[in-house]
């Protein structure tokens, strides 16, 4: 019933924001207050602290291994984008020679 209830506040912390979109909204502010406020107390009652700060620790270990992977997919692409011109050149050059 807890849980719900903290679902409900991020739920409407988050449409408060939707509903103001770009502008400064105090209620906005108010309701994520309440919301980080509810998530706290949701965490100090169900969650050990250890436990909560060794999930996040590994999120961010998976993270960063995620965007390693990404960076280098990245550079590969970049690479092949920059062969690109230069291998269509040559191909067209080898048609247009016979």
């Known amino acids: 019933m807890f849980f719900e209830s903290v679902l409900q506040i991020v739920d409407d912390a988050l ?21 980080i406020d509810a998530l706290s107390a949701y965490e100090k009652k169900y969650h050990l602290r250890e436990k909560v700060a060794q999930t996040m620790a590994e999120a961010e270990a998976k993270d960063k291994s995620s965007s390693t992977i990404l960076k280098r997919l990245k550079e590969t692409f970049r690479v092949r ?17 016979q």
């Open 15 to 35: 449409g408060s924001a939707t509903e103001t979109r770009k502008k400064t909204s105090d209620d906005a502010d108010a309701k994520f207050k309440k919301a």
């Open 81 to 97: 984008e920059d062969l690109a011109p230069l291998l269509l050149r040559r191909t067209l050059m080898l048609i247009l020679s």
